[in-house]
């Protein structure tokens, strides 16, 4: 500190307050090391290196020990030569929030339909990311996957126990597949075309057609279905004099 000649470590900053404190006194002076242990210390199982082995003849003893782990006969010339050992890692299973069940209705915060509403169907076991639909006819937005950071959920509830998903919406079904093109010999492609555009395939169609006609009919059913319908094809913004940790959703 400045302005202290000669003092010591442990000097007074105010009326009644050192430096250190009494704990971190001890741990510095080592006076852990004097304080003799009453606890017993525990016997440690002794664990045998060599197995004894009978062996033949006369003149080789009648015994012999061998190693219980034994090293490898070969050894390589350098140890970062040696294969590496990999552990397989279970994927880790995503909860889901409790304000998110399924035919809830949720706000996009993120990407080209941010700020639309839409309907939470299912989450995916693989990525535990959230199945939602627009549906497509009320605001455009498709059958597609999304995190559960950028949505929020609103109390608005849609009764969707009679939609019938296909067992083949998972996240191989969303996967884009590159095509792959030949690199080497005579059909080599020098002048590769850029960035391909994507086409909806035929059988998304008809799944896309399949679970809006059910949602739909959901939203219909609601109790505000004539609101609802409104509803999901308006934007969510903020105002000027809105605070959004103050709003309900």
Request: positive net charge; hydrophobic residues 35%.
């Amino acid at each position: 500190m400045a302005g202290v000649k000669n003092g010591g470590r442990n000097y007074t900053l105010d009326a009644g307050l050192t430096r250190f404190s009494r704990a971190r006194l001890f741990t510095i002076r080592g006076m852990a090391k004097r304080l003799k242990n009453k606890t017993a210390k525990k016997p440690k199982a002794v664990v045998e290196k060599y197995v004894t082995k009978k062996i033949g003849g006369a003149k080789n003893g009648g015994e012999r020990k061998v190693l219980i782990k034994k090293s490898p006969k070969l050894l390589s010339e350098d140890r970062a030569f040696d294969k590496p050992t990999y552990r397989v890692q279970t994927p880790k299973k995503i909860t889901l929030k409790k304000s998110i069940t399924p035919g809830t209705v949720l706000i996009v915060l993120a990407g080209r339909h941010k700020g639309k509403r839409v309907v939470f169907l299912k989450q995916l076991e693989k990525t535990g990311l959230l199945l939602v639909t627009g549906p497509h006819k009320l605001n455009n937005v498709p059958l597609r996957r999304i995190a559960q950071s950028f949505v929020i959920a609103t109390s608005t509830k849609v009764d969707i126990s009679g939609v019938k998903l296909p067992e083949s919406l998972n996240d191989e079904y969303f996967r884009r597949k590159a095509v792959k093109q030949t690199k080497k010999g005579e059909n080599a492609e020098l002048f590769v075309a850029g960035h391909q555009a994507y086409t909806v395939s035929a059988q998304r169609k008809t799944d896309q057609k399949a679970v809006d006609k059910s949602v739909l009919a959901a939203i219909k059913k609601h109790a505000d279905g004539k609101f609802l319908t409104g509803y999901f094809q308006t934007r969510f913004s903020l105002k000027k004099n809105d605070v959004p940790h103050k709003l309900a959703f």
